[in-house]
Nanobody, 126 residues
Framework: QVQLVESGGGLVQAGGSLRLSCAAS????????MGWFRQAPGKERVFVAA????????AYTDSVKGRFTVSRDNAKNTVYLHMNTLKPEDTAVYYC???????????????????WGQGTQVTVSS
């Protein structure tokens, strides 16, 4: 198991930027595919982005392509989500998650990820 703690959420105006961080502890961080999910009030938790063990591969949901970038620093046991051109519809609690499946096998489903952080709130005002 790996323990995950997110940070960096907050209130930002539409068009602004935020960087979320997720610090990991426990089993070898570089063994995990890391993902970001978000959950808006009254809605299901949905996939946002994922990054491979090495950082060489990434995946995004269509609505954030070109605006969000996922990256990782294995030396710091940290994964990041850089969010640009934020929109009110990006408002949600953002969760970091870890998976032992390879990136090509991760279908963006919650069940593909076995470890989760507590979430960080992102609010985008119009």
């Amino acid at each position: 198991q790996v323990q995950l703690v997110e940070s960096g959420g907050g209130l930002v105006q539409a068009g602004g930027s935020l960087r979320l961080s997720c610090a990991a502890s426990g089993r070898s961080f570089s063994s995990y595919v890391m993902g970001w999910f978000r959950q808006a009030p009254g809605k299901e938790r949905v996939f946002v982005a994922a990054i491979s063990w090495s950082g060489g591969g990434t995946a995004y949901t269509d609505s954030v392509k070109g605006r969000f970038t996922v990256s990782r620093d294995n030396a710091k046991n940290t994964v990041y989500l850089h969010m640009n051109t934020l929109k009110p519809e990006d408002t949600a609690v953002y969760y970091c998650a870890a998976s032992l499946f390879p990136l090509r096998a991760v279908g963006g489903e919650v069940r593909d990820f076995g470890s989760w952080g507590q979430g960080t709130q992102v609010t985008v005002s119009s």
